[in-house]
């Protein structure tokens, strides 16, 4: 069964950093384009960073500076590294990614991971 899995939420202080992980297992030939979303209590899942295969990212505009798309190949995983959290970065985060299964890309969504920024 392929899957993507986040982990890295939890609780942290305004100005704080987490690091999110989304990993990616089951049967599949490579993962292609990956993003992170985020859906704050009350409101709508919003875009937040895109990473393409060769590892550029882009951002919203809310996390510019403050955020950083990575992944590692070799591991299937993506990351997001959250710097300078603010309250209103509270939220739960969800990986999407794109994996080539049975010759063809399908798209994947893990269940989220809660972050929450609060004093």
């Known amino acids: 069964q392929v899957q993507l899995v986040e982990s890295g939420g939890g609780l942290v202080q305004p100005g704080g950093s987490l690091r999110l992980s989304c990993a990616a297992s089951g049967s599949f030939a490579r993962m292609d384009d990956a993003d992170w979303y985020r859906r704050a209590p009350g409101q709508e899942r919003e875009f937040v960073a895109h990473v393409n295969s060769a590892g550029y990212g882009n951002y919203t505009d809310a996390v510019k500076g403050r955020f950083t798309i990575s992944r590692d190949n070799a591991k299937s995983t993506v990351y997001l590294d959250l710097n300078n959290l603010k309250p209103e970065d509270t939220a739960i985060y969800y990986c999407?990614?794109?994996?080539?299964?049975?010759?063809?890309?399908?798209?994947?969504w893990g269940r989220g991971t809660q972050v929450a920024v609060s004093s």
């Open positions: 999407r990614a794109d994996l080539w299964v049975f010759g063809s890309p399908r798209g994947y």
